[in-house]
């Protein structure tokens, strides 16, 4: 493959922006799953990753993690409009684990996305068909996302399921809960996520910091 699409585990972290929901999935079971990406908002990317599926007659399930820290987008878009979570992995157990289901899996594949601007006539013409499910329209540039895929034989099946294992002690760094999370709420979430074995939890400042107007106190 070209090398322009070779992501080479060049992120520097990975993290997963999800509902509270889909945190307890993870630390209570062991499992993170992979999504459908029929249901996604952006109907550009599900699209696409059909027409792609109609074209190998294959399915598809897809885990998304970014190589980024916070935006508001994140929150907003990916985290139940700041009522979620930021779950920060450690991205070298995390590398290992994703390239021993390679190994083990041939339908499995992961990289860096790509993301491509309409005047790149150049970039679209050196495209092959199984880069399709790694590329992305240059607006969504701001997600650094890395992406997991695993396909499956016929198109169109519902009757199929994707997951990871992860080690809450081990694989998880950190658990960021959302801005908009009230203060009773979060020390009742972080209590109970430290007793199932999270290292580390906070609450993201994004929307409120003191440090933020500390910074600017030889003004003020």
């Known amino acids: ?114 993301y491509l601007k309409f005047m790149e006539t150049k970039r679209f013409k050196e495209l092959q068909l199984d880069d399709i499910p790694f590329c992305k329209r240059w607006p969504y540039r701001y997600e650094s996302e890395y992406r997991v895929i695993k396909e499956f034989t016929g198109y169109g099946r519902t009757d199929i399921s994707a997951f990871m294992d992860i080690s809450v002690r081990t694989d998880i760094e950190k658990v960021t809960l959302g801005p908009n999370i009230d203060d009773e709420s979060y020390k009742e979430i972080k209590a109970d996520l430290l007793r199932h074995g999270v290292k580390k939890v906070n609450r993201s400042s994004v929307l409120k910091s003191n440090t933020w107007f500390k910074k600017f106190s030889h003004l003020l």
């Open 1 to 114: 493959m070209d090398s322009l699409y070779n992501a080479e585990h060049q992120t520097k972290v990975f993290n997963r922006f999800t509902s509270l929901q889909a945190l307890y999935s993870i630390v209570e079971g062991g499992k993170m799953n992979f999504s459908d990406p029929r249901w996604w908002p952006d109907r550009n990317d599900s699209k696409l990753l059909d027409l792609y599926c109609k074209k190998k007659n294959i399915s598809i399930r897809v885990l998304c993690l970014t190589g980024d820290y916070e935006t508001i987008s994140f929150w907003t878009d990916y985290a139940d409009n700041g009522n979620g979570c930021c779950i920060q992995f450690d991205r070298k157990n995390l590398l290992e684990k994703l390239d021993t289901l390679v190994q083990a899996d041939s339908a499995v594949r992961h990289r860096k996305t790509t």
